[in-house]
């Protein structure tokens, strides 16, 4: 079935810290056509906390700052630390090592050092938008985690093992891609419903997303031939990272 409600909280378990009953029988066959079914709803989750810490008139870039730590604990890093190996794999300049490296647990130089500018550059984004957060927070945590579906569909996977594996195995084209695609347009939708005097604003914005999404996952593809879990981890925090860059483009 396409909504499968054991396979939307498997999803919800492995890209989230949220706590789901063991008793249930989770199906982790293709949980990747939800991820980003379950960015929206972090999205929404930080867009709640982000307007109750509005309410309680917190200062803009410490409430970004608070925002953008809930964001990595609520994913229990899991983005993030594919975002660091994917940083020192490619650091490697011996294509054959990368992988090897990727897979080391130890996190090297160029991984801490995105770890910080990854950081560092949402604190700053976020803090520097001022209206519409919460509609920000929702396209950022829905178009990335839609651009490593695409990746998964498109690219091979690079390793024979690995936490990424399943993901493109149990993959049903184009049903997966799809599904996540309605459910990202519908939010951008919903905004230019509420707003209909920047319908184009919001409508380009939403394409310029995309076309992040999607750019970065090649970029991967091109740089090491094929994805694993790290790339796919990378493409989120990325994506994440140049959106909300994106949304402080004054208009």
């Not at 609520?74 to 897979?103: E, K």
């Not at 993959?171 to 319908?199: H, K, R």
């Not at 090491?224 to 493409?235: E, Q, S």
Request: proline share 3%; hydrophobic share 55%; charged share 10%.
């Amino acid at each position: 079935m396409l909504l499968n409600l054991n396979s939307l909280l498997a999803a919800l378990t492995f890209y989230t810290c949220f706590p789901v009953s063991s008793q249930l029988q989770l199906d982790f066959t293709r949980i990747a056509r939800w991820a980003p079914v379950i960015g929206l709803l972090l999205g929404g989750g930080l867009a709640g906390i982000d307007w109750g810490l509005n309410w309680l008139q917190m200062p803009i870039l410490v409430r970004s700052g608070f925002i953008i730590v809930l964001w990595i604990w609520w994913t229990g890093g899991l983005h993030l630390d594919g975002a660091m190996d994917a940083a020192d794999g490619l650091a490697v300049q011996d294509p054959d090592r990368r992988l090897i490296v990727m897979s080391d647990s130890v996190t090297g130089a160029f991984g801490a050092m995105v770890a910080v500018v990854i950081i560092l550059l949402k604190t700053c984004a976020l803090s520097a938008i001022t209206t519409d957060r919460s509609w920000v927070l929702l396209l950022a945590t829905g178009w990335s985690r839609w651009g490593q579906v695409l990746a998964i569909a498109l690219y091979p996977y690079l390793k024979v093992q690995g936490k990424g594996a399943f993901h493109r195995q149990g993959m049903n084209l184009p049903v997966d891609v799809l599904l996540g695609l309605a459910f990202v347009l519908a939010v951008t939708g919903c905004q230019i419903y509420l707003q209909p005097e920047i319908w184009l604003l919001l409508l380009l914005r939403s394409i310029v997303s995309c076309t992040i999404a999607v750019s970065i996952g090649y970029y991967f593809h091109r740089r090491l031939g094929g994805h694993t879990g790290d790339t796919y981890g990378a493409i989120v925090e990325w994506t994440e990272t140049f959106i909300l860059c994106l949304c402080t483009i004054p208009v």
